[in-house]
């Protein structure tokens, strides 16, 4: 049983540049969740997935957007990157019914110089 | 509003030494859920367990223990001989009954065990 699984591990972009995230949630996920986290920090909540639209965001520019596939997989996408966008970008994945615990992937440490 | 509170950012025991990790949360709903997750120095979180609102048993699994007190919005976690295995930050999160959750986050509090 596969767990959460996220590309690239790591990545290096240049201020102004645009990236992409991607992340495969556990068999039977159907939620999906990206937080950003910096470092010595809490996971921060970007937004979630359910059914390919966005169900709830954090507090996060519009540069920041996302996608779901019917296959469930899901899309980050950064445009126009500053500095502070430096950060592990974490997927988590979990059912839609309440109650039920995220299982986390591996992260995408994205650097931007 | 949802919140998590860990107020402590760090804390070093020394192996064999219990160790208690405060979490303090607070919300309006009625139904709700905690957890708590821990990430190793390699990044990933990890699952460690899950309550329910109405749950106010507490739960041993091993070498960790954990206390829920609805009474002073509490879910604190007990590690019960250290190890030096168990360096790691660990995250209490809370999450709404809504359709799909939302989880919120504490700052963490990063354990070091000193062999």
């Known amino acids: 049983d596969a767990g959460v699984t996220q590309s690239p591990t790591h990545l290096i972009k240049t201020r102004g540049q645009q990236v992409t995230l991607r992340c495969s949630p556990k068999?039977?996920?159907?939620?999906v969740s990206w937080y950003q986290q910096a470092l010595g920090q809490g996971p921060q909540f970007i937004f979630q997935?359910?059914?390919?639209?966005?169900?709830q965001r954090g507090n996060f520019p519009d540069r920041f957007s996302g996608h779901q596939f019917p296959n469930y997989s899901s899309e980050l996408n950064v445009n126009a990157l500053l500095l502070g966008d430096s950060a592990l970008y974490l997927c988590?994945?979990?059912?839609?019914?309440?109650?039920?615990?995220?299982?986390f992937g591996p992260g995408t440490r994205l650097t931007v110089t | 509003a949802q919140k998590v509170t860990q107020a402590q950012t760090e804390i070093s025991v020394v192996e064999k030494e219990d160790v208690t990790l405060d979490c303090v949360y607070e919300?309006?709903?009625?139904?709700?859920?905690l957890f708590w997750y821990k990430q190793p120095p390699s990044g990933e979180l990890v699952f460690l367990i899950r309550?329910?609102?109405?749950?106010?048993q507490n739960e041993i699994s091993g070498r960790y223990s954990w206390n829920f007190q609805k009474s002073t919005s509490s879910f604190n976690f007990t590690i019960t001989a250290s190890q030096v295995v168990d360096s790691a930050v660990y995250f209490c999160?809370?999450?709404?009954?809504?359709?799909?959750?939302?989880?919120?986050f504490g700052t963490g509090t990063s354990l070091t065990v000193i062999p």
């Open positions: 997935y359910y059914e390919e639209e966005e169900r």
């Open positions: 988590a994945s979990s059912l839609s019914q309440g109650g039920n615990e995220q299982y």
């Open positions: 919300t309006r709903d009625t139904t709700y859920y």
């Open positions: 309550r329910n609102s109405f749950d106010e």
């Open positions: 068999s039977g996920h159907d939620t």
């Open positions: 999160a809370l999450s709404e009954a809504r359709f799909p959750p939302q989880f919120y």
